[in-house]
């Protein structure tokens, strides 16, 4: 084996070890925090989502061609 493939077998191994220690961090810190805010469920919107109203309606009227 040469001096340089030596040297570019060493250099992949470091950066494979780098990037599985860091793929193996994020993945600790991604299982600890819980999927969604417990607070989220409190904050939801009362409203029943799209709501015709005049204000509305008066809107569409004035984007007509």
């Not at 599985?20 to 969604?36: E, Q």
């Not at 417990?38 to 005049?54: E, F, H, V």
């Amino acid at each position: 084996m040469s001096h340089r493939a030596a040297r570019l077998s060493r250099r992949n191994f470091l950066l494979a070890a780098g990037a599985g220690s860091a793929a193996t961090a994020a993945a600790v810190i991604a299982g600890k925090r819980p999927a969604t805010p417990s607070g989220a469920a409190n904050t939801k919107r009362a409203t029943a989502g799209y709501q015709d109203s005049p204000h509305v309606r008066s809107y569409y009227r004035s984007t007509k061609v």
